[in-house]
């Protein structure tokens, strides 16, 4: 997966002609939205999206792999907890978003690092020990 970080401006069609341009080629959006004037959205094919939106005059600001995560949803809190986990770590968490599989998609300084320190809230991790 990949996030595409992208500038949409003062364009009030962006959205539109963003989602038609990447739909028509076959590439589906799997999370993320629009915030102000910058977008996140989840690819599979980052390096296709990139190609098609600078072909077609988008300003793309970057695709990179985020860090993906699953938080367990019936323990109010958890945002929190994984928030406080990078931050106690001097990670500074850029972007935070979720996709369409309910999964957290986090953007950071230090995704290395972000990643080690997360690794209970990995997307297979199977225990969820009690951090309270």
Known sequence: MYDLHLLFGDDRHA?????QLL???GVGLEGGGLFGREAHF?????????R?????EFQVLAVRKPLIRRLKQERPGELGAIA???????????????????????LTDNDKLAAEVTTEWA?????FPDRR
Do not use: C, M, W
Not at 42 to 50: I, M, P, Q
Not at 52 to 56: I, N, Q, V
Not at 84 to 106: C, F, K, M, P, V
């Open 52 to 56: 098609l939106l600078l072909e077609a």
């Open 84 to 106: 406080a986990r990078l931050a106690e770590n001097g990670i500074t968490l850029l972007t935070q978003y979720s996709d369409h599989a309910n999964r957290l998609i986090l």
């Open 123 to 127: 997307p297979d991790a199977k225990a």
């Open 23 to 25: 739909g028509q080629n």
């Open 15 to 19: 959205l539109a002609r963003f989602g």
């Open 42 to 50: 989840l690819v599979e094919e980052g390096e296709k999206a990139r």
